[in-house]
């Protein structure tokens, strides 16, 4: 069964940065697509970024020009870099990959953008 696992959640300040990173425990080329999703409490979960495995890429308005998804293939890793953080980015951070017609997610980790 695949299994993605979140790592480099914490608090950081208004404008500052924060990379997480989403390890699968099989290669990432074999998920069409993985992306980054965040839930802040009382709202719905939504869509930060995406990559598909022919590395196109999908920005929420939100996250475009602060975030930038990339992968690392080596480390079945896929990679959200935040600049530029706001109180507003505060949320729990959910990877996600789409395996032919299953959906697989993250545990969360949590995103906490406060002085």
């Known amino acids: 069964q695949v299994q993605l696992v979140e790592f480099g959640g914490g608090l950081v300040q208004p404008g500052g940065s924060l990379r997480l990173s989403c390890e699968a425990s099989?290669?990432?080329?074999?998920?069409?697509?993985m992306g980054w999703y965040r839930q802040a409490p009382g709202k719905l979960r939504e869509l930060v970024a995406s990559i598909t495995i022919g590395c196109l890429t999908n920005y929420a308005d939100s996250a475009k020009g602060r975030s930038t998804i990339s992968r690392d293939s080596a480390k079945n890793t896929v990679l959200l870099q935040m600049n530029s953080l706001k109180p507003e980015d505060t949320a729990v951070y959910y990877c996600k990959a789409r395996k032919g017609s299953a959906t697989v997610w993250g545990q969360g980790t949590q995103v906490t953008v406060s002085s």
């Open positions: 099989e290669s990432i080329f074999n998920f069409y697509a």
